[in-house]
């Protein structure tokens, strides 16, 4: 069976780092599903999903710093030429972070590690709310 579901994400943007573990652990109980996938999807463009131990020093300052690495907010970004805007860093970091997430299900229940959670990274310069797709796909 097939069954997708929707989970709404507020954040404030800039690099925010949020725990979705329990939602999605939610939507997959609630599902009748033991045996499968779950396929978590961020819509848009400037934000990504991943996994981490989530503790205070890789979420309020490793993984920030990595991103600040690897795509500087003050940069100069062709995209911000093109649209006169001010993401451009944003939209680097969640192409290479990924919009996506595949977790096994197995007896109902996501096959995470004892200190895994799954996250959404907002890189956009502004809070939003985010729409992620869970489709889960099993038996
Ligand atoms: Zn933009």
Redesign the pocket.
Known sequence: MVKTEKIKVKTKGNCDIVNITEQVGEVVAESAVRDGTVTLFNVGS?AGITTTEYEPGLVNYDIKAAFEKIAPENARYE??ET?H????H??VRASLLGPSLSVPVVGGRLTLGTWQQIILVDFDTRPRTRTVICQILGE
Do not use: Q
């Open positions: 400037t995209h911000e649209w805007d001010d993401n451009g944003a939209h």
